[in-house]
């Protein structure tokens, strides 16, 4: 995981996400221990901020447009 948070480090100004990956960083951060847990919590805050505005959520109308 460590090159994945590396690259999202570098390329965080370009990137746009969707809200269930934000869910499952959430859970995976939430399942780690001790200063593990209190430093990945921070930097997915400061990804989370740094991405506002780009964090698409998904509807029926997404649904339908990934179905195709």
Known sequence: ???VIAWLEREK???YTRAIAVA??????RAKDGCSREALQAWL???VDS???RIHGFNVLIAHVWAE
């Open 1 to 3: 995981m460590p090159g």
């Open 51 to 53: 991405l506002h505005g």
């Open 13 to 15: 100004d370009a990137c």
């Open 45 to 47: 805050t400061r990804l």
């Open 24 to 29: 499952q960083l959430a859970h995976w951060v």
